[in-house]
């Protein structure tokens, strides 16, 4: 039997760009640390280990009413918000977020995650739970509203630093964390947090939820 681990996936939205994956077990201990490109080589990854929990950053899910994102598409959402009621939710947090609506600028990304989301749970043996994560809003909710932005030298230090109080086991590879990795690893740990019922759920589940550490 295959120990607990827990991944957390910084998506891009297209395999030109790689993704940054990492897993943690069930004590906070590094198991995976890297950069894949292809859809088929996450699923392999995930395969291999047979998470229980993963957690994904980006979009996992349409407005209830919509089809799709294209504004060709007669599709329209059933609420006059169009938009999620997480991302509403998580705008009443003061937790900015991407658009789900068919105006979003990550229409690709979007797309990207609900078909990877589709395919783990089709093609991963044993797959556990596959959630959708907010990065940023775990950021704010474990280290505080004010966060340097990630894209600065400052923003990096800040981000290293924190989570090295957290996850001890991501010290050595300090040097190498960019702020996508950091992001895994933000994922990562959330996924473990749901694990552990330390989570709070925003939305509804017939539309989609993001879990964000409570």
Do not use: W
């Amino acid at each position: 039997m295959k120990y607990p681990t827990f991944f957390g996936i910084d998506l891009t939205s297209a395999e030109a760009k790689p993704s940054a994956c990492l897993g943690l077990d069930s004590e906070s201990q590094l198991v995976y640390l890297g950069f894949l490109t292809k859809d088929k080589d996450i699923i392999a990854l995930l395969d291999f280990y047979s998470p229980q929990v993963i957690a994904i950053d980006a979009p996992l899910s349409l407005p209830l009413g919509l089809c799709c994102l294209e504004e060709t598409c007669l599709c329209q959402p059933k609420f006059p918000r169009k938009n999620r009621q997480c991302d509403q939710e998580l705008r009443q947090h003061g937790i900015p977020c991407y658009p789900t609506s068919k105006k979003t600028f990550v229409k690709d990304l979007i797309y990207r995650g609900i078909e990877l989301k589709t395919r783990i749970k089709r093609e991963v043996q044993q797959a556990g739970q596959v959630i959708e994560v907010y990065p940023f809003a775990s950021k704010v909710r474990l280290f505080g509203k004010t966060l340097p932005r990630k894209t600065t030298k400052q923003g990096m230090c800040f981000l290293r630093e924190k989570l090295g109080e957290i996850l001890p086991s991501l010290k050595p590879y300090s040097d190498i964390l960019d702020h996508d990795l950091c992001d895994a690893a933000v994922a990562a740990y959330t996924a473990l947090l749901y694990h552990q019922n330390r989570v709070e759920a925003l939305g509804n589940s017939k539309e989609g939820l993001i879990f964000i550490p409570d």
